[in-house]
């Protein structure tokens, strides 16, 4: 008994920081954050997801599941999934990729350098789980995010026609990993 309470405040106490910004700090996701984190995705996405699926991201790559917060309080995350397919850079290649789901920063804390961390730090995560490569989609229109990738070394692959529910076309940028 005294086991398994003791391991429930697991969670809790080791929360280890990965990155600090001032302020933030970047850490894993923990269960207690899903609810902030589906929040800030309401105010900043028009893509949303059930509840499951942030749940089973959370247990699938819980080292590219992060969130960036600030006095306690998440203001930030990205979250990423892996999967086996083609290469976006070999021909024929068959490799591990992961994939960013989702990343977003609250308005009010943009520009300080918290989105270009949590991407860097999902790049480790994925590397922690030997991904080949690390991949993405984002709205042609959303130059804010491309600039982002772009500056970490993702590189435009394709462009996918009415991805997005609304019709709109999404950038395929991804980047290659070298162990
Ligand atoms: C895309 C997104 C996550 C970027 O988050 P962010 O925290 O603002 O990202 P960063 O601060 O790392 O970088 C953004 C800009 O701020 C600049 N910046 C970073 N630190 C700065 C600082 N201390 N002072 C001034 N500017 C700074 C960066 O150089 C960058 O400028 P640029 O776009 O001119 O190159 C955020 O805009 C967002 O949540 N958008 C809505 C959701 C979304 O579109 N997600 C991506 C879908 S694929």
């Known amino acids: 008994m005294l086991k398994i309470k003791y391991l429930n405040l697991l969670p809790l106490v080791l929360q280890v920081i990965l990155k600090q910004?001032?302020?933030c700090s970047i850490r894993r996701c923990d269960p207690a954050d899903l609810i902030p984190v589906m929040e800030i995705n309401?105010?900043?996405l028009p893509e949303h997801y059930s509840d499951y699926f942030y749940e089973s991201l959370l247990s699938e790559l819980p080292e590219a599941f992060l969130v960036a917060e600030i006095e306690g309080r998440a203001i930030g995350y990205i979250m990423c999934k892996t999967e086996y397919g083609f290469s976006n850079f070999?021909?024929?290649g068959f490799v591990k990729k992961g994939h960013v789901v989702s990343v977003a920063v609250l308005d009010e804390h943009r520009k300080k350098g918290i989105g270009k961390a949590l991407v860097e730090e999902a790049i480790n995560g994925v590397q922690i789980k030997k991904c080949d490569e690390l991949y993405l989609e984002v709205r042609?229109?959303?130059?804010?995010?491309?600039?982002?990738?772009?500056?970490?070394g993702f590189i435009i692959k394709q462009r996918l026609k009415t991805y997005y529910r609304d019709g709109e076309d999404a950038?395929?940028?991804a980047t290659e990993f070298q162990y």
């Open 21 to 23: 910004i001032g302020d």
């Open 42 to 44: 309401m105010k900043t």
């Open 90 to 92: 070999k021909k024929l």
């Open 140 to 152: 042609c229109s959303n130059t804010e995010g491309v600039r982002l990738y772009e500056k970490l």
């Open 171 to 173: 950038f395929l940028m």
